[in-house]
């Protein structure tokens, strides 16, 4: 009796610390956008310059040539947003101002993948959010949603292919959608395939699931329900909460992605909230259409059977770690100031945490093991590169050098001593690493990755002209 009162009181006590963990995080972000925000505006305000009539001559050349260059998507992960979110806050970090063409959209942040790769879908290509009549009835919220009136890359086809670069489920989002564009899964698009896809690269990506879900509240029975108690039980109350007051101006702000689920009170009433709670409605209830089931491990297994790696497509991986096995005993943290508070604790447990021995484990030949390092979020195994239920062809590289010429259809990885959240939000905290990775990948977007002939970038061009006439 003792012993189980104590591991409860534990359980219960880290509960309570990484509630208020990420909730203050939640709160950090949130008010530093809004004081970027009014900062600006004062700023702007007290020293607004006099109104200026300016004549500017636009280079046409250099607009057509940065426009025929294929657009770098930007696909952020999970609690995520795009630009025009959070102020002038940048979810990427301002990584999105390394290159000429790049779009960062802004997707529910804890909505399904499935419902976000179909977002992503009508972003681009414009028109109205549809996620599927089948999977809406199915999933208990209306088949359309958000309305595009004109997409940001109206042109995308095979011939005018794109670059994405997903971040933590951003990754899992784009091979979702290019299995839709395979399998034309678009009403009006019958033309699309899988070669609109021109490269991906996956920045700590969850390709293989996590066992962070099991220790946030998903049921490891199942992959797909909550336990009673759990952090996830917490995030849920908030955002029900959120999506029933339903503040326009708030949700203007920051937006969970759920308003095609109808949860706002105008709609649902008290009765529709006591629905919601019990979860006999919405993303909680037994279909689980939400971000944190599609990322356990059984949940992923079960997705990736019916996802393909490309022969066409470019595949590149950076896969996350922070943890160390100090004369190849124990998994443990690797040091205290390299990791971010909000992960510290989670890269701690993930890397003993253990399957329950009394259920059947998530897949033949798993071992808790493979699943020790980690980066605060996700598993490091999980972010390489395909390999789960079937291993996907892969090479690791030891610098990005290696795998020149690229391949398509080969997923080339690297992993990197960082932890989820090094690339994002904070540029200062990454350092001098921030530049390597998104110069690396912007660079190989542009100068490496191509099926007819490379793309050359405005400045370059200029330059060429310039030594051309020089001689």
Known sequence: MIPWLMVSAIQVAELSVSSVVHMFYGLYIFSSAVAGDLTQSLSESIFKPKATIEVRQIDQ????????????????????????????????????????????????????????????FYYLKGGLVDYGEEHSKACGHSQFGR????????????????????????????????????????????????????????????????????????????????????????CKLGVIMYDWIDIPWLKSYYNFGFDHFNMSRKKTGVR????????????????????????????????????????????FSYATKRTTKPLGMMTVPSGVMGIHPLLFIRVLQMSQWQFPRDIPLPYKGYRDEDWQDNDGALNT???????????????ILRSDSDCLPLLPGIWYYKIVEADHIMFIINRERAGVEFDLIYDSIFERCRKHVFRKAPQTLPNEAQHHERGDQEE
């Open 61 to 120: 050349e250099k607009t057509k040539d940065v426009n025929d260059l294929p657009p770098i998507v930007l696909v952020h992960g999970i609690f995520g947003f795009g630009k025009g979110r959070l102020g002038g806050l940048s979810y990427f970090a301002g990584a999105e101002k390394k290159d000429e063409r790049v779009l960062v959209p802004d997707l529910g942040s804890l909505t399904s993948v499935h419902d976000r790769a179909r977002e992503l």
């Open 147 to 234: 309305f595009y009136e004109k997409g940001e890359y109206q042109e995308w086809d095979e011939d005018h292919p794109i670059h994405f670069v997903g971040h933590s489920a951003g990754a899992q989002v784009v091979r979702v959608l290019q299995q839709m564009l395979a399998d034309k899964m678009f009403e009006g698009y019958e033309n699309t395939n899988e070669n609109w896809v021109l490269s991906l690269t996956s920045l700590s990506g969850a390709l293989n699931g996590t066992t962070r879900t099991y220790i946030d509240g998903i049921q490891p029975e199942d992959g797909k329900s909550l336990k009673p108690i759990s952090l996830l039980q917490i």
């Open 272 to 315: 529709g909230l006591v629905d919601l709670l019990l979860g006999n409605a919405g993303p909680f209830a037994a279909s689980g259409d939400w971000i944190l089931p599609d990322l356990s491990i059984q949940s992923s297994m079960k997705l990736n059977a019916s996802l393909q790696t490309f022969p066409n497509t470019f595949y």
């Open 381 to 395: 195994i999980s972010m390489t590169h395909p390999r789960i239920p079937v291993e996907h062809s892969s090479l």
